[in-house]
């Protein structure tokens, strides 16, 4: 089937009209060309939004209180509630799949009152009460010293991990800042370590303006008893926290005697949902890609077949002398089917590699200019590449098979006759 | 051809024995055509039979007639038929290649040809750059390569001038003393005269048919 002499003919006829066949292989290039830069940019985009989130566990969803909207167990609504420490240990016994459910409190805000104060030097940071886990949660580098442990919380001790620019704003540059207090609302907290968040939300800056101390201690400085201002919980990986989200709800619905159908009551923000969404968004995406770009192919595809078909109508005098001299049908079609398969592969095959150096391009230029918002490196693996090929065959299969029917539709002896 | 076939032959009794150069003379419409494109397996016949060699040739598909066409039968065409994109020598070496003889022995096999026909220097030449006579000789060669048991030539000389059909003719004698079996389709009565036995057709029936002192072309040439 691959023999010298076969793939000789298929080089002679394929060059007998040289500026034609190129014609030609210029629809399947154009083609594969257009949906392989699709494809990258779909890429592209994806990784600059998944670069958008970060490290951060994305099985996460926060969970906060809100007003209570219907009356139940002879309480009122209307009624506004904390989460206690004891939700946290009935979430953990009753629901499966738990990875981090970690307990917060919170003081201050972006922009408020300044509230830490260290010597002549003040400023309004956020405090948070958090366990070591949070780190997990909400990634962030330790650039000196260390985050929070287990014996900090057993022990309630007043340390904080203060972001690098709290760091900035109470301390003079160089100045020694591990082991030195700061007054958070006026209760002494030891620094133990300064961290850095790699953001890029949009709030990359307030991001490193917080404070964690221990949630216990936390409770006890701030007179928060046993409340908890709000919780987030991270699911393992194989279980969407979107699935057991309603146990929760339930669980802490339950503890707080709220009426089961209370919708408002317990606040949320899922994660998961978000960047489920943003990958079903992707996946979307992708498959718009290989729709336009399969069907911009088709229109290649269908020239291909177009001109095998006038070659083998031009050839008809010539395949009905083959068949006089003893070619089987079968060997014609092979011929003809091999002609459009290779046609289509080589062309295709170019539309790939002018594909690459697109994406080269585009990565060199995106590498000079910097950075650019949602979109980052745009690329296709040897994945689509290889669906890509199989695309190819498929189609140059498909653009032979008329043209090959037809070669041998007509009877030896009418081809002969044509002139 | 479905609902407007047409009878053309009427009763063709004939057979030709092994090394004869017959003539089938006729004028056009006589179904001289018709007879070669049968015993050519180009068409069918729809009643009768055809014995080659032996074999019956009915119920044929396409594979098993092209396979026969290439065992049994080697063609020469008033057009001569050369594909035009391939050399004289790949020309001769096609029927080889249906065979699926190797390279090497096609390739030596068609020079061996072209040499009979007296065209070996010319092997690599493309047919345009032939004339008519040597393309007629290089498509007797090419009917030679697969060393048929018949040679069917349908107007060999119909579209050469005298002189060159005349030489065209020395060479089919030269090959027919070989031993080959011929049969020529032709109107003209020199080029009849040419051959050992004339069959005459006329309304698809057999006018006439009988042996000839054979003219030899070598002295025209």
Redesign the interface.
């Known amino acids: 089937m691959f023999n010298?002499?076969r793939w000789r003919e298929i080089i002679?006829?394929l060059t007998?009209n040289l500026f034609r066949t190129i014609l030609t292989a210029f629809g399947v290039f154009w083609g594969i060309l257009i949906l392989i830069i699709l494809l990258a940019a779909g890429k592209g985009l994806e990784n600059g939004i998944r670069a958008d989130f970060g490290d951060i566990a994305t099985n996460t969803m926060f969970m906060w209180t809100q007003k209570v909207t219907k009356a139940y167990k002879g309480l009122p609504k209307d009624r506004v509630f904390d989460y206690k420490v004891g939700d946290v240990a009935d979430i953990w016994e009753n629901v499966d799949g738990l990875r981090f459910v970690s307990p917060r409190n919170q003081l201050g805000s972006f922009g408020g009152a300044s509230n830490v104060v260290r010597g002549l030097k003040t400023g309004a940071f956020t405090i948070y009460g958090d366990y070591p886990e949070i780190i997990k949660q909400e990634p962030m580098d330790i650039t000196s010293g260390r985050f929070l442990n287990q014996s900090d919380i057993n022990e309630k001790r007043k340390v904080a991990v203060i972001g690098i620019d709290v760091r900035s704003s109470l301390y003079e540059k160089g100045e020694a800042f591990l082991g030195t207090y700061i007054k958070i609302n006026n209760v002494n907290f030891m620094v133990i370590g300064t961290y850095k968040k790699s953001s890029a939300n949009g709030d990359g800056e307030n991001a490193q303006r917080e404070i964690y101390v221990p949630f216990t201690s936390f409770s006890q400085a701030f007179n928060r008893g046993d409340s908890v201002g709000w919780m987030a919980i991270t699911a393992v990986d194989d279980v969407p926290i979107t699935d057991i989200k309603e146990q929760i709800f339930n669980i802490v619905k339950e503890n707080h005697k709220i009426h089961p159908d209370d919708k408002r009551a317990v606040g949320h923000f899922d994660l998961n949902e978000q960047f489920q969404r943003v990958n079903s968004l992707f996946g979307a995406l992708e498959l718009i890609a290989y729709f336009v770009g399969i069907l911009v192919l088709l229109s290649g595809v269908i020239g291909v077949s177009n001109i095998m078909l006038i070659v083998v109508k031009e050839r008809t005098?010539?395949i009905g002398?083959?068949?006089?001299?003893?070619?089987?049908?079968?060997?014609i079609k092979k011929q003809i089917l091999m002609e459009s398969i290779f046609l289509t592969i080589i062309s295709g095959m170019a539309g790939i590699v002018m594909g690459a150096l697109v994406i080269y391009g585009a990565n060199f230029v995106l590498e000079a200019s910097g950075p650019v918002p949602m979109f980052t490196n745009p690329n296709v693996n040897l994945g689509v590449v290889t669906v890509a090929l199989m695309i190819l065959i498929i189609s140059g299969l498909f653009a032979g098979f008329i043209p090959a029917n037809s070669a041998?539709k007509v009877?030896?002896?009418d081809a002969?006759r044509t002139e | 051809m479905g609902s407007n076939s047409l009878h053309v032959l009427k009763g063709i009794d004939f057979s030709v024995e092994e090394g004869e150069l017959v003539a089938i003379m006729g004028s056009s419409g006589s179904g001289k055509s018709t007879l070669l494109n049968i015993l050519g397996m180009l068409d069918e016949l729809d009643e009768g039979t055809y014995d080659l060699d032996g074999v019956p040739i009915k119920d044929l598909n396409e594979t098993k007639a092209a396979n026969y066409r290439n065992k049994f039968l080697g063609f020469v065409f008033q057009s001569f038929n050369l594909i035009n994109y391939k050399s004289a020598m790949e020309n001769v070496a096609l029927p080889l290649y249906y065979q699926r003889v190797g390279r090497k022995e096609r390739q030596e096999k068609a020079l061996k040809y072209l040499e009979q026909v007296g065209l070996k220097e010319w092997a690599g030449h493309l047919p345009s750059e032939l004339s008519g006579g040597q393309k007629q000789r290089v498509a007797i060669a090419r009917a030679l390569a697969a060393e048929p048991k018949v040679l069917l030539a349908d107007e060999p000389t119909g579209a050469l001038d005298s002189k060159t059909s005349y030489e065209v003719m020395d060479l089919i004698q030269k090959i027919n003393d070989a031993g080959n079996t011929i049969l020529i389709v032709t109107h003209e009565p020199d080029i009849a005269d040419m051959c050992k036995r004339i069959v005459h057709l006329k309304d698809g029936v057999i006018l006439e048919d009988k042996k000839v002192n054979q003219v030899r072309a070598a002295q025209y040439v």
């Open positions: 010298k002499d002679q006829v007998a005098k010539e002398i083959r068949r006089a001299l003893g070619e089987s049908p079968w060997s041998i009877r030896p002896i002969l």
